[in-house]
Structures are given as structure tokens and as C-alpha cells.
T-cell receptor, first 112, second 112 residues
Framework: ETGVTQSPTHLIKTRGQQVTLRCSSQSGHNTVSWYQQALGQGPQFIFQYYREEENGRGNFPPRFSGLQFPNYSSELNVNALELDDSALYLC???????????FGPGTRLLVL | QQQVKQSPQSLIVQKGGISIINCAYENTAFDYFPWYQQFPGKGPALLIAIRPDVSEKKEGRFTISFNKSAKQFSLHIMDSQPGDSATYFCAAHNNAGNMLTFGGGTRLMVKP
């Protein structure tokens, strides 16, 4: 059984740029959630994807967007990067109807 | 309200001692309460979880105590080991949004 994988592991961007982060869900899991974890804080829910559609969203602006593909993998896109977007971005996969979410190792984004 | 409050922020315990981390919540719609362990540079890993119809759950050295009327739950780590040194997060699942709300985290250090 393959766990949740994310790429890239680290990324450095400048303010105003756009970034795409990728996630492959655990084998058999059809739901993907994205979280932002600022340094020293708990993860905050960005949004969730199920059946290739957004299925819930946290308190994040529209410049945070996502996609889910037929193989359940997912992308997180952030436009017009701001310094405060510097964080660890975590992807979690789960099976619909089950509460347990399994996290990937995250992508560390630094915005300069 | 979606907030989950976690305490203490940091904890130092001697090897062999008991580590206790507490969390409190307000939203009675929460239906599942997992604890995650996170090592530096890694994603959160599921440790143990409980549902609100159970007052206690034990898995090895890890025990969750749950007080539904007080809306509080806690993690007890028995016989704490230096390898347990990590950041621990409590979380609460909201079935309406299928999202996890995390506490602020507790940085545990177990001294040899």
C-alpha cells in the first residue's frame, strides 16, 4: 500500500508569482484535503476535493484553487503569492464516509 | 465555533514519566477526535482517535480520555521515551464539512 506523496518537497518563490503543488493520494482513497501549516501552528483546512470537485472550503481567498484528477491525485494552485503564504502545505487523503485522514510529508514553500 | 484549544504549548517530561496533553472544543457537531504526532520536517502521523460515545481508548502506551459533557479530551503517554519527543496535535472532525480542525500543538520533550 502506497502512502500519500507530495511534490516538490521544497520550493522558493517570489512575491506575486504563482505556484502549483502536487499530491498523490493513498492507494484506494478517493478524497483529498489540503491544509496550510504556518511555522509553530496547527494545520488549517484550505479545501477538499471529491469526485474532481471542491467539496468544502476553509477561510482562504480565491487565489487558492485546486484540482483533482480521475486517478484521485490533486493539485493546489496559489496565485499572486504573498509573504504570508510561506508555510508547509499538507495534503491528506481519506475514503469517503470515513473520518480518518492520512497526511503526506508536505511541501515547504518559502515566499521572498 | 470551530476552534479547538490545546494546552500546554510545551512539555518536558523525564523518561518513564507520564505526558498529558489537553484539548477543549465548543462545537458539538464534532464527531471524531484524532491525535497526530509530527516530527520536524514531516507530515502529521495519526496516533490514536476516539469517538464521542466512548470515554476512553487505549492503544499501547497511548490513551485518550474523553469527557463529552465538559467538551474536553486528553492524550496520556505512559512510560514516555525520548523517541516520543515530537509535536502533538489534537484535532476534531466536523462531518458537515468533512474537515479537521486542529489545536495549536504541544511540543513534547522527553529527557533521558
Amino acid at each position: 500500500e502506497t502512502g500519500v506523496t507530495q511534490s516538490p518537497t521544497h520550493l522558493i518563490k517570489t512575491r506575486g508569482q504563482q505556484v502549483t503543488l502536487r499530491c498523490s493520494s493513498q492507494s484506494g482513497h478517493n478524497t483529498v484535503s489540503w491544509y496550510q501549516q504556518a511555522l509553530g501552528q496547527g494545520p488549517q483546512f484550505i479545501f477538499q476535493y471529491y469526485r474532481e470537485e471542491e467539496n468544502g472550503r476553509g477561510n482562504f481567498p480565491p487565489r487558492f484553487s485546486g484540482l483533482q484528477f480521475p486517478n484521485y491525485s490533486s493539485e493546489l494552485n496559489v496565485n499572486a503569492l504573498e509573504l504570508d503564504d510561506s508555510a508547509l502545505y499538507l495534503c491528506a487523503s481519506s475514503l469517503t464516509g470515513q473520518e480518518t485522514q492520512y497526511f503526506g510529508p508536505g511541501t515547504r514553500l518559502l515566499v521572498l | 465555533q470551530q476552534q479547538v484549544k490545546q494546552s500546554p504549548q510545551s512539555l518536558i517530561v523525564q523518561k518513564g514519566g507520564i505526558s498529558i496533553i489537553n484539548c477543549a472544543y465548543e462545537n458539538t457537531a464534532f464527531d471524531y477526535f484524532p491525535w497526530y504526532q509530527q516530527f520536524p520536517g514531516k507530515g502529521p502521523a495519526l496516533l490514536i482517535a476516539i469517538r464521542p460515545d466512548v470515554s476512553e481508548k487505549k492503544e499501547g502506551r497511548f490513551t485518550i480520555s474523553f469527557n463529552k459533557s465538559a467538551k474536553q479530551f486528553s492524550l496520556h503517554i505512559m512510560d514516555s521515551q525520548p523517541g516520543d519527543s515530537a509535536t502533538y496535535f489534537c484535532a476534531a472532525h466536523n462531518n458537515a464539512g468533512n474537515m479537521l480542525t486542529f489545536g495549536g500543538g504541544t511540543r513534547l520533550m522527553v529527557k533521558p
